[in-house]
């Protein structure tokens, strides 16, 4: 018999279960299929263009064409910011050590303001 949806996503370090959702299902299967593989699911934000997983260890932005943006462990993340501009939003994850071009942070992106508000607060969530 072959499988009708994904395999029911299960929580953190915990492996919690909770009431059945396709999105949260769907992103642990590619994430389980990512570099990511093998790490506990946790959250993930579909930000329309691009979308981020979230394990318990690290941050992972895939392009809308599957190709890896940025990945990032917890550990080297200080804070996280929503930042907005002139028709721009995006979310500012700080670093503890600057990149090899002097930045202290990535950015991300966004294409409103509520993807925005919506990746930094499961970014805080994650890192409190």
Do not use: W
Not at 25 to 46: N, P
Not at 94 to 101: A, F, G, M, R, T
């Amino acid at each position: 018999q072959t499988q009708v949806r994904p395999r029911r996503a299960l929580y953190g370090v915990d492996r919690a279960i909770r009431n059945y959702r396709l999105d949260d299902a769907t992103a642990a299967t590619i994430q389980a299929r990512s570099r990511l593989g093998g790490e506990e699911y946790l959250s993930h934000v579909d930000m329309t263009q691009n979308v981020a997983l979230m394990s318990v260890r690290k941050l992972l932005i895939f392009s809308g064409n599957g190709e890896e943006v940025l990945l990032l462990p917890y550990k080297m993340i200080t804070k996280v910011e929503t930042h907005e501009g002139a028709d721009r939003y995006s979310v500012k994850i700080y670093l503890k050590e600057p990149k090899p071009d002097g930045t202290d942070y990535e950015e991300v992106m966004c294409p409103n303001l509520k993807i925005a508000d919506l990746l930094q607060k499961e970014l805080s969530n994650v890192l409190s």
